[in-house]
Protein backbone atom coordinates (compact mmCIF):
# COMPACT_ATOMS: atom_id res chain seq x y z
CA UNK A 1 0.00 0.00 0.00
CA UNK A 2 0.83 3.27 -0.85
CA UNK A 3 1.95 5.68 1.91
CA UNK A 4 1.32 9.59 2.62
CA UNK A 5 3.70 11.32 5.32
CA UNK A 6 4.53 14.39 6.83
CA UNK A 7 0.80 15.88 6.83
CA UNK A 8 -1.71 16.96 8.96
CA UNK A 9 -4.75 15.15 8.77
CA UNK A 10 -7.84 15.83 10.51
CA UNK A 11 -10.25 12.39 11.19
CA UNK A 12 -13.80 13.30 11.56
CA UNK A 13 -15.78 10.56 13.63
CA UNK A 14 -11.68 9.21 14.10
CA UNK A 15 -13.14 6.95 17.53
CA UNK A 16 -15.51 5.03 14.69
CA UNK A 17 -15.07 1.92 13.54
CA UNK A 18 -13.80 2.71 10.17
CA UNK A 19 -12.36 6.31 11.62
CA UNK A 20 -10.13 4.82 14.46
CA UNK A 21 -8.30 2.24 11.80
CA UNK A 22 -7.55 5.42 9.64
CA UNK A 23 -5.83 7.26 12.53
CA UNK A 24 -4.08 4.12 13.69
CA UNK A 25 -2.80 3.68 10.33
CA UNK A 26 -1.67 7.19 9.31
CA UNK A 27 0.04 7.79 13.00
CA UNK A 28 2.56 6.15 11.62
CA UNK A 29 4.09 8.30 9.19
CA UNK A 30 1.77 11.93 9.99
CA UNK A 31 0.37 14.23 12.85
CA UNK A 32 -3.40 13.00 13.49
CA UNK A 33 -6.54 15.29 14.95
CA UNK A 34 -9.70 12.97 15.74
CA UNK A 35 -12.99 14.87 16.35
CA UNK A 36 -15.59 13.11 17.84
CA UNK A 37 -18.65 13.38 20.06
CA UNK A 38 -19.34 9.62 20.83
CA UNK A 39 -22.28 9.17 19.84
CA UNK A 40 -21.34 6.03 18.15
CA UNK A 41 -17.49 6.01 18.30
CA UNK A 42 -15.63 4.46 21.15
CA UNK A 43 -12.67 5.59 23.88
CA UNK A 44 -11.21 2.02 23.46
CA UNK A 45 -10.73 2.09 19.72
CA UNK A 46 -8.06 5.27 20.09
CA UNK A 47 -7.24 4.61 23.75
CA UNK A 48 -3.61 3.44 22.70
CA UNK A 49 -3.30 6.51 20.67
CA UNK A 50 -3.42 8.82 23.56
CA UNK A 51 -0.21 8.84 24.35
CA UNK A 52 1.35 9.59 21.63
CA UNK A 53 2.38 13.24 20.57
CA UNK A 54 1.24 12.94 17.11
CA UNK A 55 -2.40 12.66 18.02
CA UNK A 56 -4.89 15.22 19.06
CA UNK A 57 -8.06 14.36 20.68
CA UNK A 58 -11.08 17.26 20.18
CA UNK A 59 -13.98 15.72 21.64
CA UNK A 60 -16.76 17.88 20.21
CA UNK A 61 -19.60 17.74 17.38
CA UNK A 62 -19.48 18.10 13.77
CA UNK A 63 -22.77 20.33 14.28
CA UNK A 64 -21.38 22.85 16.38
CA UNK A 65 -19.46 25.11 13.56
CA UNK A 66 -16.71 26.37 16.33
CA UNK A 67 -16.01 22.37 17.19
CA UNK A 68 -15.41 22.04 13.37
CA UNK A 69 -13.41 25.36 12.81
CA UNK A 70 -11.07 24.50 15.48
CA UNK A 71 -10.46 20.97 14.30
CA UNK A 72 -9.18 22.13 10.83
CA UNK A 73 -6.52 24.45 12.02
CA UNK A 74 -3.07 24.00 10.27
CA UNK A 75 -4.84 20.47 8.54
CA UNK A 76 -3.77 19.68 5.05
CA UNK A 77 -6.32 16.87 4.88
CA UNK A 78 -9.65 16.14 6.28
CA UNK A 79 -11.25 13.06 6.15
CA UNK A 80 -14.53 13.13 7.28
CA UNK A 81 -16.12 10.08 8.51
CA UNK A 82 -18.50 11.25 10.97
CA UNK A 83 -21.74 10.28 10.54
CA UNK A 84 -25.12 8.61 12.08
CA UNK A 85 -25.00 5.39 9.89
CA UNK A 86 -27.84 2.90 9.60
CA UNK A 87 -31.03 2.76 7.27
CA UNK A 88 -32.93 1.44 9.98
CA UNK A 89 -32.36 4.27 12.45
CA UNK A 90 -32.61 6.70 9.70
CA UNK A 91 -36.40 5.67 9.26
CA UNK A 92 -36.39 5.92 13.07
CA UNK A 93 -35.14 8.73 13.38
CA UNK A 94 -34.78 11.04 10.08
CA UNK A 95 -34.17 14.20 11.77
CA UNK A 96 -31.42 13.71 13.92
CA UNK A 97 -29.46 11.83 10.90
CA UNK A 98 -30.11 14.83 8.43
CA UNK A 99 -28.81 16.80 11.48
CA UNK A 100 -25.44 14.72 11.77
CA UNK A 101 -25.52 14.11 8.19
CA UNK A 102 -26.27 16.53 6.44
CA UNK A 103 -25.93 19.59 8.70
CA UNK A 104 -23.11 18.62 10.14
CA UNK A 105 -21.27 17.69 6.64
CA UNK A 106 -22.24 21.29 5.16
CA UNK A 107 -20.46 22.44 8.63
CA UNK A 108 -17.17 20.96 7.85
CA UNK A 109 -17.06 21.81 4.21
CA UNK A 110 -17.32 25.50 5.34
CA UNK A 111 -14.91 24.49 7.93
CA UNK A 112 -12.65 23.08 5.23
CA UNK A 113 -12.82 25.60 2.86
CA UNK A 114 -12.51 28.45 5.27
CA UNK A 115 -9.01 26.97 6.01
CA UNK A 116 -8.08 26.46 3.04
CA UNK A 117 -7.20 22.30 3.13
CA UNK A 118 -5.92 20.66 0.57
CA UNK A 119 -8.50 18.33 0.00
CA UNK A 120 -11.46 16.92 1.79
CA UNK A 121 -12.41 13.08 0.72
CA UNK A 122 -15.52 11.93 2.71
CA UNK A 123 -17.06 8.95 3.50
CA UNK A 124 -19.74 8.78 0.98
CA UNK A 125 -22.64 5.71 0.30
CA UNK A 126 -23.61 2.81 -1.80
CA UNK A 127 -27.13 3.52 -0.72
CA UNK A 128 -26.83 6.22 -3.17
CA UNK A 129 -28.01 3.97 -5.86
CA UNK A 130 -31.31 3.63 -4.32
CA UNK A 131 -33.65 1.70 -6.34
CA UNK A 132 -31.19 1.34 -9.50
CA UNK A 133 -31.08 -2.67 -10.72
CA UNK A 134 -28.11 -2.21 -13.35
CA UNK A 135 -25.44 -4.52 -11.44
CA UNK A 136 -22.84 -3.60 -10.87
CA UNK A 137 -23.08 -0.24 -10.02
CA UNK A 138 -21.66 2.13 -11.49
CA UNK A 139 -20.69 5.55 -10.50
CA UNK A 140 -22.36 7.95 -12.91
CA UNK A 141 -25.80 5.49 -12.55
CA UNK A 142 -27.94 6.12 -9.82
CA UNK A 143 -31.46 5.67 -8.85
CA UNK A 144 -34.05 6.87 -6.60
CA UNK A 145 -33.08 6.96 -2.73
CA UNK A 146 -34.77 4.04 -0.40
CA UNK A 147 -34.27 5.86 2.88
CA UNK A 148 -33.67 8.92 5.11
CA UNK A 149 -30.21 7.87 5.29
CA UNK A 150 -29.62 7.30 1.41
CA UNK A 151 -30.97 10.60 1.02
CA UNK A 152 -28.73 12.30 3.66
CA UNK A 153 -25.64 10.47 1.62
CA UNK A 154 -26.63 12.01 -1.59
CA UNK A 155 -27.30 15.37 -0.73
CA UNK A 156 -23.47 14.98 0.63
CA UNK A 157 -22.29 14.65 -3.06
CA UNK A 158 -24.32 17.07 -4.54
CA UNK A 159 -23.12 19.92 -1.32
CA UNK A 160 -19.06 18.71 -2.03
CA UNK A 161 -19.62 18.91 -5.84
CA UNK A 162 -20.78 22.45 -5.09
CA UNK A 163 -18.39 23.51 -2.87
CA UNK A 164 -15.92 22.37 -5.52
CA UNK A 165 -17.93 25.14 -8.56
CA UNK A 166 -18.16 28.05 -6.17
CA UNK A 167 -15.35 28.01 -3.93
CA UNK A 168 -12.30 25.98 -5.35
CA UNK A 169 -12.60 22.85 -2.31
CA UNK A 170 -11.04 19.91 -3.87
CA UNK A 171 -13.60 17.23 -2.81
CA UNK A 172 -13.75 13.37 -3.10
CA UNK A 173 -16.25 11.02 -1.83
CA UNK A 174 -15.77 7.34 -1.43
CA UNK A 175 -19.13 5.55 -1.67
CA UNK A 176 -18.31 2.50 1.13
CA UNK A 177 -19.69 -1.00 0.64
CA UNK A 178 -20.35 -2.78 3.38
CA UNK A 179 -17.20 -2.17 4.96
CA UNK A 180 -16.07 -4.53 7.94
CA UNK A 181 -13.18 -5.26 10.20
CA UNK A 182 -11.26 -4.82 13.38
CA UNK A 183 -12.94 -2.51 15.59
CA UNK A 184 -16.42 -3.04 13.90
CA UNK A 185 -19.02 -2.76 17.06
CA UNK A 186 -21.23 -5.68 17.39
CA UNK A 187 -23.70 -4.03 20.38
CA UNK A 188 -26.68 -2.16 19.74
CA UNK A 189 -29.49 -2.12 17.91
CA UNK A 190 -28.16 -1.11 14.48
CA UNK A 191 -24.78 -3.16 14.92
CA UNK A 192 -23.28 -3.95 11.33
CA UNK A 193 -24.47 -7.63 10.16
CA UNK A 194 -21.43 -9.19 10.13
CA UNK A 195 -19.95 -8.32 14.00
CA UNK A 196 -23.25 -9.18 15.05
CA UNK A 197 -23.41 -12.36 13.57
CA UNK A 198 -19.69 -13.10 14.89
CA UNK A 199 -21.13 -12.38 18.66
CA UNK A 200 -24.14 -14.26 18.28
CA UNK A 201 -22.54 -17.55 16.87
CA UNK A 202 -19.87 -17.13 19.97
CA UNK A 203 -22.72 -17.52 22.45
CA UNK A 204 -24.21 -20.28 20.31
CA UNK A 205 -27.49 -17.94 19.45
CA UNK A 206 -29.26 -18.42 16.10
CA UNK A 207 -28.38 -15.36 14.15
CA UNK A 208 -31.79 -13.89 12.29
CA UNK A 209 -31.21 -13.32 8.45
CA UNK A 210 -33.50 -10.67 7.22
CA UNK A 211 -35.18 -12.21 3.97
CA UNK A 212 -34.00 -15.70 2.57
CA UNK A 213 -30.67 -14.93 2.73
CA UNK A 214 -30.61 -14.74 -0.98
CA UNK A 215 -29.70 -10.66 -1.09
CA UNK A 216 -26.19 -10.41 -1.52
CA UNK A 217 -23.96 -7.34 -0.98
CA UNK A 218 -20.54 -6.32 -1.72
CA UNK A 219 -18.55 -6.98 1.42
CA UNK A 220 -15.00 -5.35 1.70
CA UNK A 221 -12.48 -5.27 4.27
CA UNK A 222 -11.21 -2.33 6.16
CA UNK A 223 -7.67 -2.53 4.77
CA UNK A 224 -9.30 -1.92 1.58
CA UNK A 225 -10.84 1.57 2.21
CA UNK A 226 -7.62 2.31 4.04
CA UNK A 227 -6.20 2.04 0.96
CA UNK A 228 -9.10 4.28 -1.06
CA UNK A 229 -8.26 7.02 1.71
CA UNK A 230 -4.93 7.55 1.22
CA UNK A 231 -4.96 6.98 -2.30
CA UNK A 232 -7.31 10.00 -2.66
CA UNK A 233 -5.24 11.92 -0.56
CA UNK A 234 -2.49 11.46 -2.73
CA UNK A 235 -4.12 11.83 -6.19
CA UNK A 236 -2.84 15.17 -8.08
CA UNK A 237 -4.78 14.20 -10.93
CA UNK A 238 -6.94 16.79 -11.74
CA UNK A 239 -9.15 14.47 -13.73
CA UNK A 240 -8.97 11.85 -10.17
CA UNK A 241 -10.18 15.43 -8.06
CA UNK A 242 -13.61 16.40 -7.57
CA UNK A 243 -15.73 13.03 -7.84
CA UNK A 244 -16.74 9.79 -6.15
CA UNK A 245 -14.97 6.50 -6.59
CA UNK A 246 -16.83 3.03 -5.60
CA UNK A 247 -15.27 1.84 -2.41
CA UNK A 248 -15.44 -1.99 -2.79
CA UNK A 249 -13.77 -5.13 -3.47
CA UNK A 250 -15.73 -5.56 -6.77
CA UNK A 251 -17.30 -9.15 -5.67
CA UNK A 252 -20.56 -9.85 -4.07
CA UNK A 253 -21.82 -12.66 -1.36
CA UNK A 254 -25.29 -13.51 -0.22
CA UNK A 255 -26.26 -13.78 3.47
CA UNK A 256 -25.93 -17.53 3.24
CA UNK A 257 -22.89 -17.93 1.93
CA UNK A 258 -21.88 -15.09 4.71
CA UNK A 259 -23.38 -17.06 7.41
CA UNK A 260 -21.27 -20.55 6.10
CA UNK A 261 -18.22 -18.84 6.28
CA UNK A 262 -18.61 -17.19 9.28
CA UNK A 263 -19.60 -20.54 10.76
CA UNK A 264 -16.55 -22.20 9.49
CA UNK A 265 -14.21 -19.83 10.49
CA UNK A 266 -15.12 -19.73 13.68
CA UNK A 267 -15.63 -23.58 14.43
CA UNK A 268 -12.04 -23.65 13.85
CA UNK A 269 -11.73 -21.99 17.38
CA UNK A 270 -15.07 -23.54 18.95
CA UNK A 271 -16.92 -26.58 16.49
CA UNK A 272 -19.97 -26.43 18.01
CA UNK A 273 -20.83 -22.97 16.49
CA UNK A 274 -21.03 -25.14 13.02
CA UNK A 275 -24.15 -26.49 14.36
CA UNK A 276 -26.04 -23.60 15.35
CA UNK A 277 -29.11 -22.96 13.49
CA UNK A 278 -29.66 -19.85 11.34
CA UNK A 279 -33.46 -18.01 11.65
CA UNK A 280 -35.01 -16.00 8.78
CA UNK A 281 -37.31 -12.53 9.59
CA UNK A 282 -38.80 -10.50 7.31
CA UNK A 283 -36.70 -8.47 4.70
CA UNK A 284 -35.51 -5.07 6.33
CA UNK A 285 -37.30 -1.89 5.08
CA UNK A 286 -35.36 0.38 2.86
CA UNK A 287 -33.01 -2.25 2.00
CA UNK A 288 -31.25 -2.94 -1.24
CA UNK A 289 -31.65 -6.37 -2.61
CA UNK A 290 -28.58 -6.41 -4.34
CA UNK A 291 -25.38 -4.64 -3.80
CA UNK A 292 -22.27 -4.79 -6.48
CA UNK A 293 -19.35 -2.33 -7.50
CA UNK A 294 -17.75 -1.94 -10.27
CA UNK A 295 -14.17 -0.82 -9.16
CA UNK A 296 -13.15 -0.17 -12.64
CA UNK A 297 -12.73 3.66 -12.21
CA UNK A 298 -11.03 3.74 -9.13
CA UNK A 299 -8.50 1.20 -10.69
CA UNK A 300 -8.24 3.92 -13.32
CA UNK A 301 -7.80 7.11 -11.65
CA UNK A 302 -6.32 6.17 -8.48
CA UNK A 303 -4.46 3.01 -9.19
CA UNK A 304 -6.67 1.41 -6.84
CA UNK A 305 -6.09 -2.62 -6.11
CA UNK A 306 -7.60 -3.84 -3.09
CA UNK A 307 -5.53 -6.09 -1.54
CA UNK A 308 -8.06 -8.46 0.52
CA UNK A 309 -11.31 -10.61 -0.54
CA UNK A 310 -14.01 -10.94 1.14
CA UNK A 311 -12.89 -14.41 2.52
CA UNK A 312 -9.45 -13.01 3.41
CA UNK A 313 -10.90 -10.24 4.94
CA UNK A 314 -13.44 -12.54 6.79
CA UNK A 315 -10.42 -14.77 8.25
CA UNK A 316 -9.20 -11.81 9.37
CA UNK A 317 -11.88 -10.29 11.17
CA UNK A 318 -12.91 -13.39 12.89
CA UNK A 319 -9.49 -13.79 14.22
CA UNK A 320 -9.46 -10.38 15.39
CA UNK A 321 -12.93 -10.78 17.33
CA UNK A 322 -12.12 -14.01 18.67
CA UNK A 323 -9.21 -12.61 20.41
CA UNK A 324 -10.87 -9.42 21.44
CA UNK A 325 -14.12 -10.52 21.92
CA UNK A 326 -15.04 -13.59 23.29
Known amino acids: MQQIENKTILVTGGAGF ?17 LDNFATGRTQNIQHLLNNPDFTLIVGDIRNIADCHKAVIGVDYVLHEAALGSVPRSIND ?21 AKVKKFIYAASSSTYGDSEALPKVED ?28 LNCIGLRYFNVFGR ?15 VMQLMAHESPIINGDGNYSRDFTYIDNVIQMNVLAMLTENPEAMNTVYNTAFGDRTTLNDLMASLKKYLAQHDEKIASVEVVYGPNRAGDIPHSLASIEKAKRLLGYNPEFSMQQGLQQAVGWYWKNLK
Not at 107 to 114: F, H, I, K, S, W
Not at 160 to 168: E, I, L, T, V, W
Not at 183 to 197: E, N, T
Open 141 to 168: KIGKPLSPYAITKYVNELYADNFHRMYG
Open 18 to 34: IGSNLCEHLLHNNKVVC
Open 94 to 114: PITSNDVNVSGFLNMLVAARD
Open 183 to 197: KQDPDGAYAAVIPKF
